[in-house]
């Protein structure tokens, strides 16, 4: 556990050496597995995921390296073995630029402003930006919080988007208007206008102690399904 946890410290670090104005660099560990998982007992296995996001698939790649020269480092420090599974891996993928600036015209004409912030999140236009000119509109979430019960959009924020979001159909439609193109349009409920994707790299680590743990051996792997992260709150509302 001491080597896991040493590691997910260490990949704050790396987000942090790699951070810059629009990278959109995210480190987030969001598992932690003990085994036998009984309090008097020393961890026989521990097991955390890692998602890394960022903008610039070579800074995600370095981002990657950094955290498994971490991870076995850590793991010699505490004379115990690490192993990696890759559980998901894609490219950032950029919006549409066309659809980009239509879309901060939209929301600047409704709102006077149209702030542009990277996501992470694996929203369904991240799926369609590779087969059609994709973006997505957001609407505020009152005090960051979304995904969870107490999301809200107030009244003049929500009519503030739909109003920007059919003018954004609108300006669309007369610019594709005559040809065949195919456009996606997306909206949510956490900001104005999301600028670029970032999508993750998700890594599952298994550290082991090679001994036998109290629950009379050591657990199989496991591999577990990808599991949207938040991302930092001065990179994303949430």
Known sequence: FLAAAATALECREIARR????????????????????????????????????????????????????????????????????????????????????????????????????PSGALHDAAEMAPHMPAVMMFAYSARGLSHCKEEDTPDEHLEKAISAFLLLVDKTVASVAGNRDSVSLTSSSHYSVQANRSLPIAVGILWRTGCRSDCGGVASERSYPFCDSPVRADTVDR
């Open 18 to 117: 790699h951070s810059r104005p629009d990278a959109g660099v995210v480190c987030t560990v969001g598992v932690v597995k003990v085994e036998p998982g009984i309090g008097t007992a020393v961890p026989g296995v521990a097991e955390i995921s890692i998602d890394q996001r960022a903008l610039d698939p070579d800074v995600l790649e370095v981002m990657y390296r950094e955290a498994q020269e971490a991870s076995r480092r850590f793991a010699a420090e505490n004379g115990v073995s690490v192993e990696w599974r890759l559980l998901f891996r894609i490219e950032p993928r950029p919006f549409d630029p066309h659809l980009l600036a239509l879309c901060e015209e939209s929301v600047r004409e409704v709102t006077g402003d149209a702030p542009k912030l």
